[in-house]
């Protein structure tokens, strides 16, 4: 997983730059340097008062939109494969019917993909019949 840093405002715990190791940029201001998870999705952050730590608050809005990015994009991987595998349900098809069987159930596998998939990050795709 990569290492993504933000830079805090001491003053407002407002986050106004997030460092990542693809951004060419090998520092962190050295007033607060704070290593995040890659799916927070924040700019604004939260200092408790009794322990003085520092935790940066998820935006909803911001978690749903990209969550619903993610489940489109698996769905529209698994229509891909869909329509790759449109062939073997054919009537002129030259697979034999047990081979045909195999190909049906690995496409609706692949229909109730979503359904079954609980993080769209991690599908535990099914392998198509050789």
Not at 11 to 25: A, F, R
Not at 83 to 104: F, I
Not at 117 to 124: C, V
Request: charged letters at 20%; aromatic letters at 8%.
């Amino acid at each position: 997983m990569s290492e993504y840093f933000v830079h805090l405002d001491t003053q407002t715990l407002e986050v106004s730059y997030v460092y990542t190791p693809e951004t060419g940029l090998p520092w962190c201001p050295d007033d607060i340097k704070t290593s995040i998870p890659v799916d927070v999705l924040s700019n604004v952050a939260v200092q408790d008062e009794t322990t003085g730590l520092v935790s940066l608050q998820a935006d909803p809005t911001k978690i749903s939109g990209r969550t619903e990015s993610l489940w489109s994009a698996l769905r529209a991987q698994r229509n891909q494969l869909l329509t790759a595998s449109d062939w073997t349900q054919g009537n002129d098809s030259p697979l034999s019917t047990e081979s045909k069987s195999a190909w049906a159930a690995y496409r609706a596998a692949l229909r109730t993909l979503p359904d079954v998939t609980t993080d769209p990050l991690n599908p535990m795709w099914p392998t198509p019949p050789q």
